[in-house]
């Protein structure tokens, strides 16, 4: 392993993450990148999805993020994320009843205004993200 490199999840409330990993993949808006030790700089803002990483002894762990930016420098990775989960930490139940909501929204959405459509797809993706990240068989 060449070395690792620092990742940073932070929502305005808490820092979610902040550990070293050998690799770190996100949903960026333009499609998903991963990031290496020595990567090009860059940033980007995100779409809802998981961000996956390898701890430095390998472990697999999957973290939910929606809304946001992630910059890459060549030895950290930071996300400034709306909201973030790691995946231990997604209410099943509560994402369940979002989806539930988002989807009786939509179902009923041919009154309303266009906004509304927006938001309540947006929810609807973020309960189904959530609920796919949690679904994950291997732990973390
Ligand atoms: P809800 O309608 O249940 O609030 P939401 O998608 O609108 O869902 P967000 O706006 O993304 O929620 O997040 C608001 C806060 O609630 C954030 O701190 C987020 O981490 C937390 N949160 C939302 N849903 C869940 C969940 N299913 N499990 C754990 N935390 C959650």
Same mark, same amino acid.
């Given at each position: 392993? =060449?070395g690792t490199?620092?990742?940073e999840?932070v929502?305005?409330?808490?820092?979610?993450?902040?550990e070293?990993a050998?690799?770190?993949t996100a949903?960026?808006t333009?499609?998903?990148?991963g990031?290496l030790i020595?990567?090009?700089p860059?940033?980007t803002?995100?779409?809802?999805g998981?961000?996956r990483?390898?701890d430095?002894?390998?472990?697999e762990?999957?973290?939910?993020?929606?809304?946001g930016?992630?910059? =890459?420098?060549?030895?950290r990775?930071?996300?400034?994320?709306? @909201?973030a989960?790691?995946r231990r930490?997604i209410?099943?139940e509560?994402?369940?009843? =979002?989806l539930?909501? =988002?989807q009786k929204?939509?179902?009923?959405?041919? @009154?309303?205004?266009?906004?509304?459509f927006?938001?309540?797809q947006?929810?609807?993706q973020?309960?189904l993200?959530?609920?796919?990240?949690?679904?994950?068989?291997?732990?973390q």
């Amino acid at each position: 392993m =060449a070395g690792t490199i620092k990742l940073e999840i932070v929502t305005p409330e808490r820092v979610v993450v902040s550990e070293e990993a050998q690799i770190v993949t996100a949903p960026g808006t333009l499609g998903e990148f991963g990031v290496l030790i020595g990567h090009t700089p860059f940033l980007t803002a995100l779409q809802t999805g998981a961000v996956r990483y390898l701890d430095p002894q390998g472990g697999e762990h999957f973290v939910f993020v929606s809304g946001g930016f992630a910059e =890459a420098l060549p030895d950290r990775v930071t996300v400034l994320a709306e @909201s973030a989960e790691r995946r231990r930490d997604i209410d099943v139940e509560r994402a369940r009843a =979002a989806l539930e909501r =988002a989807q009786k929204r939509l179902a009923e959405q041919r @009154s309303r205004e266009a906004v509304d459509f927006a938001r309540a797809q947006a929810a609807l993706q973020r309960a189904l993200v959530r609920l796919k990240i949690a679904e994950k068989s291997r732990p973390q």
